[in-house]
């Protein structure tokens, strides 16, 4: 007589193929989203950066990027012009256009999985000014890097680092099989 049907015995033996397949592929996929979200961090960070440079340019003002922890990002943007990027004037505040923070708390420009790792979260918050100068308040470059949880070892990490007197954005890439910077283009 013919059976028709699997009996238990084989659901059994396809249900643990497919965990121990997935056990191998779980891992990659968790990665590979890490990888991403790292990514778009890195292209929301430098499209931040381009904004702000090109918006106090246009109204001949002042732009400052802020760090108000490792995984929050915003910025500001006044019509208030300054010579130099060392400081913020005291009268920044006073003529500020945009403050997205100040409309909606939870404004980040980063996902929040991403990590900064800069003076910038320490020393003070990043000035751009409309003569093309940017500056780390109280003076040094513009240095930020993006990891996961403080290591790029693991899914990589980005960096960049802005030139004070130009502003030219300088971008590199966490090369992990050399464990170097490689500079991008």
């Known amino acids: ?8 015995l084989e659901v059994i033996v396809v249900v643990g193929i497919l965990l121990i397949a997935s056990s191998f592929i779980t891992p990659s996929i ?3 989203r890490a990888k991403r979200s790292l990514e778009s961090d890195y292209f929301a960070l430098l499209s931040t950066i381009d904004f702000i440079k090109t918006r106090v340019r246009t109204i001949n003002g002042t732009g400052v990027l802020i760090c108000s922890s490792p995984t929050n990002l915003t910025y500001q943007i006044s019509s208030n012009p300054q ?6 004037s005291s009268s920044f505040s006073s003529n500020l256009l945009e403050d997205p923070s100040s409309t909606n708390v939870n404004f980040n420009v980063l996902s929040g999985d991403s990590t900064m790792v800069s003076t910038l979260c320490s020393a003070g918050r990043g000035v751009f000014t409309s003569n093309g100068l940017a500056s780390i308040e109280g003076g040094g470059a ?3 890097e993006l990891n996961r949880g ?3 070892t693991k ?17 590199y890439r966490w090369k992990e099989n050399g464990n170097a910077w490689v500079e991008q283009d």
Do not use: C, E, P
Not at 83 to 88: D, M, P, T
């Open 1 to 8: 007589m013919k059976q028709k049907g699997v009996s238990f």
């Open 155 to 171: 899914v990589g990490g980005y960096r960049v680092l802005v030139n004070q007197t130009t502003g030219f954005v300088q971008k």
């Open 150 to 152: 403080g290591d790029k």
């Open 142 to 144: 513009i240095d930020i």
């Open 30 to 32: 968790m990665d590979w």
């Open 83 to 88: 010579s130099v990027a060392s400081s913020v």
